[in-house]
């Protein structure tokens, strides 16, 4: 069944993909980027590498990190909801067929394709310092995820809420969706979203670059918040999950601001170079 509902997930974003690219990012920027892509990729390599290395390691944390989470976390399921309550709710009173359709959709399928699509556009700017940022920022929002997600143990609305207030749920209409979330995600990871970090992170690019790319800059904030509101419409996330992420957004595109160019490479290697205990040469 995973290997179903991947293979459709491939299918949907290698269609979206190549008709993004033509509606924003143009030819032009296409054609500069074919001749300029090795170097590029070598200016990028560093935080490339980085952002695969988080990847890797919240891959090999889904086995470990439950257990380290059991022994030191904080149990903040109850307090959630006491300080909640069924705000949550809310959503379930605007549910029909059709929104239910569209919020999971969203949540799969949009999610994805908002977070790939600016990896192609940024990459087709001749300044690669936007293309660094956004991959610096990803790696950020996972590796201060999964420290939270090991020092906060809370299980969604989903899991705590009674059943009878709580329907037509993504599982419920889409079974076939717990397959894939299950590869990526345990039940008690919410806080923070990282689906409405992550997502609020390409939203707040998008504004920085509406210039470069005016037609995505909407489709962002609209796919955006549509993806925050599915993790609450789907009874996912609390709206504490949904606020954390916003925030765990913010802070991590200001950081990325601050890290990317303040050092080179070319600088790194220097000081490296000088720091080795190079013979000294006999008069």
């Not at 980027?33 to 944390?61: D, K």
Request: glycine share 4%.
């Amino acid at each position: 069944m995973l290997d179903e509902v991947l293979t459709q997930l491939a299918l949907v974003i290698s269609i979206l993909v190549p008709v993004s690219v033509v509606v924003f990012i143009g030819r032009e920027r296409l054609a500069r980027t074919r001749s300029e892509w090795r170097s590029r990729l070598r200016t990028a390599g560093p935080v490339i590498a980085v952002l695969i290395g988080v990847l890797l390691i919240n891959r090999i944390a889904r086995q470990t990190a439950p257990e380290l989470s059991r022994q030191i976390g904080f149990r903040l399921s109850g307090a959630f909801y006491e300080l909640e309550g069924e705000f949550i709710l809310i959503f379930q009173s605007i549910q029909t067929p059709e929104t239910t359709a569209y919020f999971s959709t969203i949540y799969v399928y949009g999610y994805t394709f908002l977070l790939i699509f600016p990896v192609i556009a940024y990459f087709t700017l001749s300044d690669t310092r936007i293309f660094r940022r956004l991959l610096t920022a990803y790696a950020l929002n996972y590796a201060i995820g999964l420290v939270l997600y090991i020092l906060v143990i809370a299980y969604g609305p989903r899991n705590l809420m009674p059943a009878e207030l709580m329907e037509r749920m993504l599982y419920d209409t889409n079974p076939q969706y717990q397959y894939l979330t299950r590869e990526i995600n345990t039940n008690t990871n919410v806080f923070p979203s990282l689906h409405t970090s992550l997502s609020a992170t390409v939203a707040a690019f998008a504004w920085k670059t509406r210039s470069e790319f005016p037609k995505w800059f909407p489709i962002a904030v609209v796919l955006a918040a549509s993806v925050a509101i599915s993790t609450m419409y789907l009874g996912i996330h609390w709206g504490i999950d949904v606020v954390a992420g916003t925030m765990l957004a913010a802070a991590c595109v200001v950081l990325s601001d601050r890290l990317v160019g303040r050092w080179s490479v070319a600088e790194l290697s220097e000081q490296l170079v000088d720091r080795l205990p190079w013979p000294q040469k006999q008069e």
